[in-house]
């Protein structure tokens, strides 16, 4: 579109300043125009570098959107230095280092402007300028959005920014704008980036989305006030302070975050209020350092999509919530470190996968008036010097309401636990902490657990209702006053068989909380068997030829082995540790335990017991408590065999701040300074474990040979109900083998095939069902009791 004209009307008040008059292009125009005056520019395209000096109206026809360019081929467009109204125009620059459009001074009105370009930045405002923008879009895919620097203000109104290369929307060098009902969306940096002391935004009713990295950015003494404004659809963290950053967040709504929604350091401070916070990938609060302080006042955090607390609180920092709901998450507050406290009143939490609220590393958290509901533990006090106070907190459907562990001593006052699954309160492994006027009511284990000696103190507490007790000590330790139960008995006293109990229960920390799912399985054949009368044994072992190859060619090596070096000669090193791969009901596990048993008959191991670990069990929650769990196993299967199921999950694909790698980094160091103590055997799907040993070839160095087991056959799985069927005192009919035979061949073998699993499921199945028919018969004999008719058969799923 070629250059068109540019009327100016003259509003002037002398006689002879009141006419119009046209000009061929826009630098006449403003030359000739004074304050006050009107340049309407017709459509086309100029290509000046214009500067607006006067307090005129430079606009475009109205109604008719990109009609009027401006753009020259370098330098910025248009410059306004004075308290003009621009209207209606498109700009495009094309000078990297300079803006489309440069505010410089006074209070300009600018007004449905298109900014389209590849600038530095798209609007900039600097210096003394407060322009008021209404309407404007800013497309700029080569650099910041809209940029105010240098002290400058200004409103912003219904502007958008629709693309930006860097930030969406930049404040730095002491500036102050305002936006009200703006849009910032796919931008490259941050959507809101403030920074540098003195620097301000606030925000009403804006909406930050499809950001290529965090959404809103704080740093370097910087403020910003954001009220009923929606953050989603970030890369990276939803909100980050940084370095004595200042928010306030009213109203507003973070949400489809794959990190943090919201994450402050460096003695940043946060206030929120009336806020939700949802569907987050990692914590919804991230709170890290001295200093550094989160307000949180009626505000939801929900909804999780991860695997990581809502609330993190660590390294010295505060957060405070009040009057707050948590829910819907794997934890919902984790407090560690020492100097890190967690204030935490009139709320409620609920629906926690795991523990509702942690505290350990020497942290405290106090609780007032709040209610968990619905977590497999309410509250966890977990080491020494861990504390602080829950008092008036009631608990309610959780496995177990409160645990103190390790020398952690907190004040309970008050508290009432109603229906855990396995106790109200736990305390073990040298756990202190003071009960005052507690209560549990309709526990499904005990009330109150005491183990190991711990010198809990409780007084005034009451249980009811506790279906194995109100009271429950191993050990002579805790100093019990006023105390009171629904049982005759009230406090039971120590029972030495009880002591015994606990002894074997509480081995580990995972393994001390009653009635948790045993996570760390133990085996301890006694290994007076010889290697010969074991291998017996594993021969026995339904199908698995291969496998039985290959432990019966390892014995052989370590036995000869052992008698060279009895004869004085060298023997050859042979590995010990082994990678088994193949698919869940394989006999891996029971292939462990025979192998443990072998090199304890051989003398190669003191006892050949077997440990069974997973991720679970060896993972923590928290930078350290990792290599703790996994020192606590390995030394668990001293003088024995630790078998670790799904190994491949401690190398998850997508890591990112997984702590998965830290149990590896442990495993591998104590298997090479403890090379003869313990076997360690990693187990689990094919694929996954070649993947597991390729991406951490420390690990692949450690193992001497990969065994794999394949899956049972038809045949093979009819062995293994024969097998149980003879174990149990039944028989299999005629036909019925045939029937299993064919059952097994058409039975689909996907994910949830179980393969041995399956084939004793199998055999469960049809035991049930025999039971179901024989019981409607008047008169049974024996054929009746013990035979397995095709009838008997499960559907096929």
């Not at 910041?144 to 920014?161: P, Q």
Request: glycine content about 10%.
């Amino acid at each position: 579109m070629a250059q068109g004209t540019v009327q100016v009307t003259h509003t002037g008040t002398s006689r002879w300043r009141r006419r119009t008059g046209e000009y061929a292009s826009l630098a006449a125009a403003l030359e000739a125009a004074g304050d006050g005056d009107v340049l309407t520019v017709a459509p086309g395209t100029y290509r000046e570098n214009l500067v607006v000096v006067r307090a005129v109206t430079l606009r475009g026809p109205e109604g008719s959107p990109g009609s009027v360019r401006l753009a020259p081929a370098d330098g910025v467009p248009l410059t306004v230095r004075a308290s003009a109204v621009v209207q209606d125009l498109q700009l495009e620059g094309q000078d990297a280092a300079a803006p489309a459009l440069l505010v410089e001074d006074g209070a300009p009105e600018l007004v449905d402007l298109r900014i389209v370009t590849r600038s530095a930045s798209g609007l900039e405002v600097r210096g003394g300028a407060r322009p008021t923008v209404r309407r404007c879009t800013v497309d700029n895919p080569a650099g910041v959005g809209i940029a105010v620097l240098d002290g400058a203000g200004g409103v912003f109104e219904e502007c958008e920014v629709v693309a930006a290369g860097q930030a969406g929307v930049a404040v730095r060098g002491g500036a102050h704008p305002r936006l009200e009902r703006c849009r910032v969306h796919h931008a490259s940096g941050a959507g809101l980036s403030v920074t540098g002391e003195n620097s301000a935004l606030e925000a009403l009713g804006c909406e930050i989305y499809e950001i290529k990295g965090a959404g809103i950015q704080i740093t370097s003494r910087a403020t910003a006030h954001l009220t009923d404004c929606d953050v989603h659809r970030t890369t990276a963290d939803g909100v980050t302070l940084d370095t004595d950053a200042v928010l306030t967040l009213a109203d507003c709504r973070l949400h489809d975050i794959p990190e943090n929604a919201v994450d402050l350091r460096s003695r940043s401070v946060l206030t929120l209020t009336r806020s939700t916070v949802s569907r987050f990938g990692r914590n919804g609060l991230s709170v890290w350092d001295p200093g550094t302080r989160v307000d949180a006042n009626q505000c939801e955090i929900h909804d999780s999509t991860g695997d990581y607390p809502a609330v993190w609180v660590s390294d010295g920092a505060t957060a405070v919530l009040n009057s707050c709901r948590v829910h819907d998450v794997p934890d919902a507050l984790f407090v560690l470190d020492r100097g890190s406290r967690a204030d935490v009143v009139d709320s409620d939490i609920s629906q926690v996968r795991n523990t509702a609220v942690s505290v350990s590393d020497g942290a405290t958290a106090q609780l007032d008036d709040c209610r968990i509901r619905e977590a497999a533990t309410g509250a966890w006090f977990r080491d020494h010097g861990s504390g602080g106070t829950l008092s008036g907190v009631t608990i309610d459907s959780a496995q177990t309401g409160v645990i103190v562990t390790k020398g952690a001593d907190p004040s309970i006052e008050r508290c009432t636990v109603t229906s855990p699954a396995e106790a109200g309160f736990y305390v073990s492994a040298e756990g202190r902490g003071s009960f005052h006027g507690c209560r549990v009511t309709g526990s499904s284990g005990y009330g109150f657990h005491v183990i190991d000696g711990c010198r809990t103190t409780l007084r005034k507490c009451r249980t009811e209702r506790c279906a194995r007790g109100g009271y429950e000590f191993s050990e002579d330790g805790p100093q019990v006053e006023d105390c009171t139960s629904d049982e005759s008995a009230g406090v039971r006293p120590v029972v030495q068989e009880a002591a015994v109990q606990t002894a074997t229960q509480s081995a580990g920390l995972l393994g001390s909380i009653p009635g948790q799912r045993t996570t760390q399985q133990e085996d301890s054949p006694e290994p007076t068997r010889t290697s010969k009368a074991v291998l017996g044994e594993l021969d026995k072992l339904v199908g698995l030829e291969s496998v039985k190859r290959e432990v019966r060619a390892l014995t052989d090596m370590i036995e000869v082995g052992r008698k060279r070096q009895q004869a004085g000669l060298k023997a050859a090193s042979a590995r010990r540790h082994l990678v088994f791969t193949g698919s869940p009901g394989t006999g891996k596990t029971t292939v462990a335990r025979l192998y443990g048993e072998i090199l304890a008959s051989l003398g190669v191991l003191e006892q050949g017991h077997l440990v069974e670990v997973s991720r679970v069990d060896l993972v923590g929650e928290h930078i350290g408590s990792t290599a703790i769990r996994t020192q606590e196993a390995f030394d668990k299967a001293r003088g024995g065999v630790l078998f670790i199921d799904e190994a491949y999950a401690l190398s998850p694909e997508d890591s990112g701040r997984d702590f998965g790698r830290e149990a590896i980094d442990t495993l591998v160091k104590l298997m090479e300074d403890h090379r003869e103590a313990v076997v360690v055997i990693v187990a689990g799907y094919t694929a996954e474990m070649e993947r597991f040993l390729s991406v951490n070839p420390g690990v692949a160095s450690r193992f001497s040979r990969t065994i794999t087991f394949g899956d049972y056959t038809p045949e093979e799985l009819l062995d293994i109900v024969e097998q149980q069927a003879e174990e149990h005192e039944y028989r299999l009919a005629s036909g019925t083998g045939e029937a299993l035979l064919k059952y097994f061949t058409v039975l689909p073998k996907g994910a949830a095939f179980g393969n041995g699993r399956t084939a004793r499921q199998t055999f469960e199945a049809m035991v049930e069902r025999h039971a179901g028919r024989v019981a409607r018969i008047d008169e049974v004999n024996t054929d009746d009791l013990t035979l397995l008719y095709p009838e008997d058969l499960p559907e096929l799923p």
